[in-house]
């Protein structure tokens, strides 16, 4: 097992509502990835913090947002949730974020929207 | 936008025969491939990584870059059960590890 750690484990919402993933990055990592995947989908990068900057972004709208915090946690928003939000949110870290760095995935929040 | 394909799946295969899993990729200028191997209801998990024409070996993996044909293979020799899961490939981004994945292919091992 990795030293990342995601919380809570399971959710459900409904449509409209807010939500917030947490995320705690292995001892070491200043870098925190969030991925959304699908069922039966690989996952979609959403965005990279590093050092409590937002690192790069993927083709996610403005209503997905996160944050890092000086102990390198992390956590990703979601408002207005849409029935398509229904994924697994997967965290990962690495060391620095560099291109071919390792990342070490959390097990995941699985997010139901009815 | 970097594209990664994979065949959906499921392959199956019997216990100790070769599977061999393929990924094709969009961008040229694509350097280096991860593959990632994920169980039901798990994270995905590092298995290779292969940075340079040729072939890599780990055991009874091998991973394969032919970056003339833009494709990148994995062979799992002498496949066991517990090799049944999805098999993920992705690529780093140009100027960090964020990573585009491929669909992920489905591998069965039969007994």
């Known amino acids: 097992e990795t030293g990342v750690t995601q919380s809570p484990t399971h959710l459900i919402k409904t449509r409209g509502q807010q939500v917030t993933l947490r995320c705690s990055s292995q001892s070491g990592h200043n870098t925190v990835s969030w991925y959304q995947q699908a069922l039966g989908q690989g996952p979609q990068f959403i965005f990279q913090?590093?050092?409590?900057?937002?690192?790069g972004r993927g083709n996610f709208p403005p209503r997905f947002s996160g944050l890092q915090f000086p102990n390198y946690s992390s956590e990703l928003n979601v408002n207005a949730l849409e029935l398509d939000d229904s994924a697994l949110y997967l965290c990962?870290?690495?060391?620095?974020?560099?291109?071919?760095?390792?990342?070490?995935f959390g097990s995941g929040t699985q997010l139901s929207v009815l | 936008q970097k594209e990664v394909e994979q065949n959906s799946g499921p392959l199956s295969v019997p216990e100790g025969a070769i599977a061999s899993l393929n990924c094709t990729y969009s961008d040229r200028g694509s350097q280096s491939f991860f593959w990632y191997r994920q169980y039901s209801g798990k994270s995905p998990e590092l298995i290779m990584f292969i940075y340079s024409n040729g072939d890599k070996e780990d055991g009874r993996f091998t991973a394969q870059l032919n970056k003339a044909s833009q494709y990148v293979s994995l062979l799992i020799r002498d496949s066991q059960p517990s090799d049944s899961a999805t098999y993920l490939c992705a690529v780093p981004g140009d100027a960090g590890n964020m990573l585009t994945f491929g669909g992920g292919t489905r591998l069965m091992v039969k007994p």
């Open positions: 913090y590093y050092r409590e900057e937002e690192n």
């Open positions: 990962a870290s690495s060391a620095t974020g560099g291109k071919n760095e390792k990342l070490f």
